[in-house]
């Protein structure tokens, strides 16, 4: 083995590297989380309850970077005992801040691990949270971990984006845009208007995506960086076989479009084998 193959594997990080550099990452998001999505037409957290709940059953479902419980609340309230993992202490705090949060168990570490105690009808990943795991081992490690806490026959589901190179040029793209005070969830936010400039480097050879966000508001202006690593539908599907589940059904989003070549959307729904 040459030696650089052999450092790719001895520098990995552990999962407790990992944790503390996600929980370091993340917190710089947690007081804006709630107010701030490029993308006003993803808040779909009501949508992915009503998903949710119809295969939970009233049983019990567990989410893997549960944050400040944009979709884990509405899930609660349809009968569902939710818990929830993160490696963001700022993130779980502004959480059990919220009405009913309270009632959600949450636990703090590397989502990847999924160190629980129970066994759960349905574990859920969200708005391609899936891609914040640092490489392919992590991502693949965490789908087979999910399959070993769920019950027999039980779901785990996985939203993610489909990625389209054709919005890169050379590798590189910018987004820009602005809030207003909106409803997150059917509740009003309430937090203060914001801007942004958004700029993503992708390398399609690792599938690496580097982004720096600038972010003013009137709370003040800041520039978070974050790393992430994006996963085709094919590659997902052979994480999660590797794992012990199948693809029962593939959507192009919570409210079951039909996937297509061109969804940019893609909610897949893996059963234990």
């Known amino acids: 083995m040459s030696d ?7 520098d990995r990080k552990t999962s407790k590297q990992w944790q503390e550099e ?5 917190d710089r998001y947690a007081d804006i989380w709630d107010s701030w999505t490029p993308d006003d037409s993803r808040d779909d957290a009501e949508e992915a309850a009503d998903f949710l709940a119809g295969l939970a059953k009233g049983g019990t479902a567990l989410e893997l970077g549960i944050g400040t419980g944009r979709v884990a609340l509405p899930l609660a309230q349809r009968g569902v005992r939710v ?11 502004k959480l059990k801040e919220k009405p009913g949060g309270d009632r959600i168990e949450v636990f703090e570490g590397n989502f990847a691990d999924v160190d629980v105690k129970e ?6 990943i969200a708005l391609a949270t899936l891609f914040v795991l640092p490489d392919q081992d992590e991502q693949a490690r965490c789908l087979a971990n999910s399959a070993k806490r769920l019950k027999p026959g039980g779901r785990l589901v996985v939203q993610n984006i489909v990625p389209d ?11 820009y845009g602005m809030t207003e005070p909106f409803r997150i969830s059917g509740r009003l936010a309430g937090h203060p208007r914001l801007a942004w400039f958004e700029m993503n480097h992708v390398d399609p050879t690792t599938q690496m ?8 508001s009137e709370k003040g202006n800041r ?9 085709w539908p094919s590659e997902q599907d052979l994480m999660a076989r590797l794992g012990g589940l199948t693809l029962e059904d593939r959507w192009g989003g919570w409210r079951k479009e039909p996937f297509h070549y061109d969804s940019r959307d893609a909610v897949s729904v893996y059963r234990k084998q």
């Not at 650089?4 to 001895?10: E, F, G, L, Q």
């Not at 818990?83 to 705090?93: E, F, R, V, W, Y």
């Not at 190179?165 to 987004?175: A, C, F, K, L």
């Open 22 to 26: 996600a929980a370091e990452e993340w």
């Open 223 to 231: 520039i978070i960086a974050a790393t992430m690593r994006f996963v």
């Open 119 to 124: 066994d759960y009808d349905v574990i859920f």
């Open 83 to 93: 818990a929830g993992i993160d490696a963001s202490p700022k993130m779980l705090l």
């Open 4 to 10: 650089d193959m052999s450092n790719a594997h001895t």
């Open 165 to 175: 190179m054709t919005y890169y040029q050379r590798g590189r793209q910018n987004d």
């Open 209 to 216: 995506v580097k982004r720096t966000d600038v972010i003013m």
